[in-house]
């Protein structure tokens, strides 16, 4: 329900010319992974060098306010997670992302699309991209919108074992923001 929810807020905020794009790590909580494996759906929790982490993906809009999220296992990285979200990607101008965006057939997709990638090139890229750093620097609120969630003790360390309460957590604590 509260899925539904964000999903009708920031539909009304309209199609923004510049977009975000970014994830970062939740913290799962010994009990919610306490449980076997299996099942019908995925919990979304996987292993890293820091534990057990969910990542949590993000697209956001000039503002700063979240236009799509995607709750992926830790260990998936930013590019993959982007694979996923690229559907939910509106039609802006310009798009921000760190390194972890850097591929050769994201940045083609975009071009494909009619959005100016603002990705930083991979220092040990052959051929480095131009972007500009002062568009870049904006992206810093994509950070902001993540800040805010980890505010919450229930969105930093993860307790829920099912995926779509959890979510559900996150939709809650973003919508305050819509």
């Not at 929790?45 to 697209?59: D, F, P, Q, W």
Request: proline content about 3%; overall charge positive; hydrophobic content about 40%.
């Amino acid at each position: 329900m509260f899925n539904r929810i964000f999903v009708e807020l920031a539909g009304k905020a309209g199609e923004p010319d510049r977009i975000k794009i970014d994830a970062t790590h939740l913290k799962a909580h010994r009990t919610a992974a306490s449980l076997l494996k299996g099942g019908a759906l995925p919990r979304c929790i996987g292993r890293t060098n820091g534990g057990l982490n969910s990542k949590l993906h993000a697209v956001c809009n000039g503002l700063g306010r979240p236009i799509a999220m995607l709750l992926t296992e830790g260990q998936m990285s930013d590019l993959k997670g982007a694979v996923l979200l690229f559907d939910a990607l509106s039609n802006a101008k310009e798009l921000l992302g760190d390194k972890g965006y850097d591929g050769d057939w994201f940045r083609a997709a975009l071009t494909a699309r009619g959005i100016t990638p603002c990705i930083p090139p991979k220092s040990n890229r052959k051929v480095q991209y131009h972007y500009d750093k002062a568009v870049y620097k904006k992206r810093h609120l994509v950070k902001n919108l993540f800040a805010k969630i980890k505010d919450w003790r229930r969105i930093h360390t993860r307790y829920d074992r099912c995926t779509h309460t959890f979510m559900s957590a996150i939709a809650v604590t973003v919508t305050f923001w819509l």
